[in-house]
């Protein structure tokens, strides 16, 4: 595994700006869809996870932003269903109002007969306060994390198919240029507010607790950190 992301073939060179700039949203979604426009191993275990028929995942078409209703990050549709998905690169920016707007967009421009979802794809874990209130309130409303999507993947990596490249390159991509620069944010603030840790053993246990989603960002604003 490498971590040098300038030999991730998602990763886009810009140049010499701040090490821990991340990468554009556009570019994480733009990343996701080439995996599954190519490993149908893959497209089948990412529409498992919203609880969709595999077999559901044949005949997909893929569209990026440009030119979408709604202004969605991308869709996934065939003859069955339409997914919306919008994403996050950063913990806690999930709007309600943007969620609001996207699933009026959603019920009234596309095709009435088939299955719409409105997908977020956020660092967030399910326990975020907001993705607990949306998926009460409308049942067109899902949200997978970007860890969830990297472990079912991950176990897919191990398997012996043409796309296992492909599919490691995209949890990398994933992992260590949007993930663990997110986590080690949170780590900066905490260290900054509350005088540090007193050992590289307490940050790295603290990273660790916070990658398995034994905390969140809305865990740590509500205990009063930025």
């Not at 409308?138 to 994390?145: K, N």
């Not at 991509?173 to 620069?181: A, C, D, N, P």
């Amino acid at each position: 595994m490498n971590e040098d992301l300038h030999f991730n073939i998602f990763h886009y060179y810009r140049g010499p700006k701040r090490v821990n700039d991340l990468p554009l949203e556009n570019n994480i979604t733009r990343a996701l869809l080439i995996v599954l426009q190519h490993s149908k191993l893959a497209a089948n275990a990412f529409i498992k996870l919203l609880k969709i028929r595999a077999s559901s995942s044949n005949n997909l078409k893929l569209n990026l932003q440009s030119g979408h209703k709604g202004n969605f990050d991308a869709t996934i549709e065939n003859t069955n269903f339409i997914i919306a998905i919008e994403s996050k690169r950063v913990s806690g920016e999930i709007s309600p109002q943007q969620i609001k707007r996207h699933l009026e967009i959603l019920k009234s421009s596309y095709e009435q007969g088939k299955r719409k979802i409105l997908l977020v794809i956020s660092p967030d874990s399910d326990n975020n306060p907001i993705v607990v209130e949306q998926k009460l309130r409308s049942h067109l409303f899902r949200h997978l994390s970007w860890k969830s999507i990297c472990d079912v993947f991950n176990h897919l990596s191990k398997q012996k198919d043409s796309t296992e490249f492909l599919i490691k390159q995209f949890t990398d991509f994933i992992e260590y240029g949007l993930l663990k620069r997110d986590y080690a944010g949170v780590i900066h603030r905490f260290n900054w507010r509350k005088g540090g840790f007193t050992s590289i053993e307490d940050a790295n246990k603290f990273l660790d607790s916070i990658f398995d989603e034994k905390w969140n960002y809305y865990n740590l604003r509500n205990k009063g950190f930025p």
